[in-house]
């Protein structure tokens, strides 16, 4: 196992933060520019739990295919109700990391267990 050739390092430990394993998985669900592959193979070489993984992908894939499969009936029917919920997602995937790197000690920090 990996996680035995490297245990100082916290995202491969046994003990290593579910909570933020599990929030790195869902924001990289979150942005369709990663390869689902490559997160699912990065994923599985840490140590977050099975349940965990299943979670976050869910949860991070749901948006982008409800916003996928409405687009074509929602984009004849409304096209401007499509390109706003579309770039309210966007601007979410975008600001999420930012509001976290900019407020290390904010509750959502805190709650991720990103605090120094």
């Not at 869902?26 to 689902?36: C, D, E, G, K, Q």
């Not at 976050?56 to 029917?77: E, H, K, S």
């Not at 900019?102 to 920090?109: F, T, V, W, Y």
Request: aromatic letters at 14%; hydrophobic letters at 60%.
């Amino acid at each position: 196992m990996v996680y035995k050739r490297f245990p100082d390092n916290p995202l491969l430990a046994s003990d290593g933060s579910q909570r933020f394993l599990a929030l790195a998985i869902l924001l990289t669900r979150l942005i369709p520019v990663f390869s689902f592959a490559l997160i699912s193979y990065a994923a599985g070489v840490t140590a977050i739990y099975a349940w965990r993984f299943a979670l976050a992908t869910f949860i991070g894939m749901l948006p982008m295919t409800v916003v996928f499969a409405g687009l074509g009936n929602t984009f004849t029917l409304n096209p401007v109700l499509t390109v706003v919920a579309g770039l309210a997602i966007l601007a979410v995937m975008v600001w999420l990391p930012w509001f976290i790197s900019r407020r290390p000690k904010s509750r959502l920090a805190r709650w991720l267990n990103l605090h120094q």
